[in-house]
């Protein structure tokens, strides 16, 4: 079996953030949590996750502007980022999207398709 993979959830809502991470727990993934997006930048930078799962609408700064932040870092640029938000209209898709997200998913979100969302970016890497 290869090294644990990690997987970094940022979300501002402790209970959807839990869950999150229990079913990536449950996958044998290796969790942080952050419930802020100030502070995940540098700790995006420090740990180097394989993987985010990032909310957009946060207390302090938009998940978009955390990930056009790792788009323009070349030490970030290739981390995948799925985008797990309750703006489920397609003009915010879209803007995820061309923001640099992964993929995008829309709350509510099921067990297996957010395992299913993990396993796919894990692959394109």
Known sequence: MDAQKTVMIIEDEPDAAEMFAEMMRVNGFRVLKMFSSAPAIPMITQEKPDVIILDVMMPDISGLEVLRY??????????????VSAKSMPGDIKIGLEAGASMYLT????????KQ?????????
């Open 70 to 83: 790792m788009r323009r870092e070349p030490d970030l640029y290739s981390i995948p980022v799925i985008i």
């Open 107 to 114: 709350k509510p979100v099921g067990f297996l398709d957010l």
């Open 117 to 125: 969302a993990v396993e796919q970016v894990l692959h394109k890497v």
